[in-house]
């Protein structure tokens, strides 16, 4: 039997297509920065400011929510999000380890 696709590839290198999968989408990145504006906790204003559907926004935030990069709490009917510290952290590590990887070069198409 076959190796499946993400064992061919590291653990870093599948952890890094996790964060950027949930991040390659223009309202993932909508939100985050709605998140990071506010620097606090975001329970229901998205709706409102992004002009989204409430299904929508949901979803989405349930797929950063999966892949780690927000975190929620419950406080009565609502469930509040803010962004991961701890990934957040990494994401930004890893870019920037992976950003510094790449040395210009003259001879280059």
Known sequence: MGLTKTEIFTSEQNRMAVLFKAM??????????????????????????????????????????????????????????CINPAVWQELGSQINALLKTYKPINTCC
Do not use: F
């Not at 709605?34 to 929508?56: F, H, M, P, R, S």
């Not at 935030?61 to 975190?71: C, N, P, R, S």
């Open 24 to 81: 390659a989408h223009p309202a993932r990145i909508a939100i985050l920065q709605q998140i990071i504006q506010a620097n606090a906790c975001i329970c229901g204003d998205l709706v409102n400011e992004l002009g989204l559907a409430q299904a929508t926004i949901s979803q989405h935030l349930k797929e950063l929510k999966t892949a780690g990069i927000i975190q929620g709490t419950i406080e009565g009917v609502s469930v509040c999000y």
